[in-house]
């Protein structure tokens, strides 16, 4: 069991055809059962034909109307980012991953409107993972993204982060140490994305298959310190969190596009304390991360 997908999930990449798409699609085929996984790729202008065995078709509709799948991921470079979102989302797919980093935020906010006024039109909810994430594996069963496949291990632990290198850190700590995951989450560092670490603990506190997680977040905006709340209140299930960004400058915009303290409770040390109201194992130290899970399980 894992969240969100399986070795049994069909996928959509759009921009297959291109450097990185064609790159991230290659390593994502060739890891665990991705041969079976990976059953379309999207771009107009060659439809019909073929790349590493997988047909490519005009759009994401016609794709998902012929292969069945229900997931896509998306490599289209930032000024077309946005559409292929909306694409896939009107194509009524369960879940769009978009790896694209760069996308304008004027963009992405018509996006999340229409995604909200399909919805409240009675449209079907498709989730939005990203923009300007790693994406998410199972592993040993689907990796769609580009985090490195062999780092991975198949078990009980979740992890989700809005820093893909971070992910990365927690996922091979954990490996070193015998422990498996059940699935990891990357759901990026932009200020307007999908999927939030609420979201992705309510999924792990209902999957019988995860017995802990590890919550990575980064400073600015309220996201870490709304799940914090939401799982004193609701997780049946051990929490290690951690917050990058202890000693970075209030007001300075750091990395990412949405790590930008404005001062107030987006600050690590905020995070932090409230994480620790609810009951969170917290550390300062990243190097921790897996050490801390182990003696909590």
Excluded at 80 to 93: F, P, Q, R, S, T
Excluded at 135 to 149: S, V
Excluded at 218 to 230: K, L, N, S
Excluded at 285 to 294: F, Q
């Amino acid at each position: 069991m894992s969240i969100y997908i399986n070795k049994d999930t069909k996928v959509i990449t759009q921009g297959i055809t291109g450097k990185t798409g064609q790159f991230h699609t290659e390593k994502c085929i060739e890891y665990a059962n991705g041969k079976n996984c990976f059953v379309a790729g999207v771009n107009p202008k060659k439809a019909g034909e073929k790349i590493f065995d997988v047909p490519i078709y005009a759009s994401v509709k016609e794709a998902a109307g012929e292969t069945g799948a229900t997931v896509s991921v998306i490599y289209v470079p930032p000024a077309g980012a946005a559409a292929a979102i909306w694409e896939a989302v009107e194509a009524d797919l369960d879940l769009v991953i978009c790896i694209t980093e760069g996308i304008p935020v004027r963009d992405m906010l018509i996006v999340r409107n229409k995604m909200k006024q399909k919805e409240a039109a009675g449209g079907k909810k498709t989730l939005l993972l990203g923009p300007n994430c790693p994406g998410l594996i199972t592993p040993e069963e689907i990796k769609i993204g580009i985090m490195p496949g062999h780092i991975h291990k198949k078990g009980r632990v979740g992890v989700v982060s809005r820093s893909g290198t971070l992910t990365y850190e927690a996922v091979a700590q954990l490996t070193e140490l015998g422990i498996g995951q059940s699935s990891a989450v990357g759901i990026g560092g932009d200020p307007i994305n999908g999927l939030k670490h609420i979201d992705v603990m309510k999924a792990f506190n209902d999957d019988p298959d995860t017995d802990a997680v590890i919550m990575i977040g980064e400073i600015g905006g309220p996201d870490e310190a709304d799940a914090a709340r939401w799982c004193k209140e609701h997780m049946k299930k051990p929490v290690v969190g951690f917050i990058a960004g202890v000693t970075a400058p209030a007001g300075k915009r750091m990395g990412h596009a949405g790590a930008l303290i404005s001062g107030g409770e987006d600050t690590a040390e905020a995070k932090l304390a409230v994480m620790e109201e609810c009951g969170f194992t917290v550390t300062r130290n990243p190097s921790e991360m897996g050490r801390l899970l182990k003696k909590l399980l």
